[in-house]
C-alpha cells in the first residue's frame, strides 16, 4: 500500500506510514472504494476533445465573420470582386 500523504510505499500491516506519520489504520477504515475506471478515463478523453473541437469551430467561425463584415457591412476579397466583375 502507499501512503496517500506522501506516496511512501509501505508494508500492509503497519499503522501508521514510516516517513510521514499519517494514520493508515484509519485511512484504510474510511477509504472509499476507487471509481476511476478506464471507462471513466476514456469518457474524460472524448468530452475534452468533443470540447475542444466545439471550441475550435466557433473560434474558427467567428474569424471568418469578423474578416468579412467591417461596421456591419459586407465586404469582398479581390477574387470575389473578379467574379463580381466578370458577371
Do not use: W
Not at 500492509?12 to 494514520?23: A, E, I, L, R, Y
Not at 474524460?44 to 463584415?69: C, D, E, P, Q
Request: aromatic share 8%; with cysteine.
Amino acid at each position: 500500500m502507499k501512503c496517500p500523504s506522501c506516496d511512501t510505499e509501505q508494508k500492509s500491516n503497519v499503522n501508521f506510514c514510516n516517513k510521514c506519520g499519517f494514520n493508515l489504520a484509519n485511512y484504510r477504515e474510511n477509504e472509499l472504494p476507487q471509481v476511476k475506471s478506464k471507462e471513466y478515463k476514456t469518457l474524460k478523453i472524448i468530452l475534452g476533445l468533443t470540447l475542444l473541437v466545439i471550441v475550435a469551430i466557433a473560434v474558427f467561425n467567428k474569424n471568418i465573420y469578423n474578416t468579412h463584415t467591417s461596421n456591419g457591412k459586407l465586404t469582398l476579397n479581390s477574387n470575389q470582386v473578379g467574379y463580381m466583375e466578370d458577371l
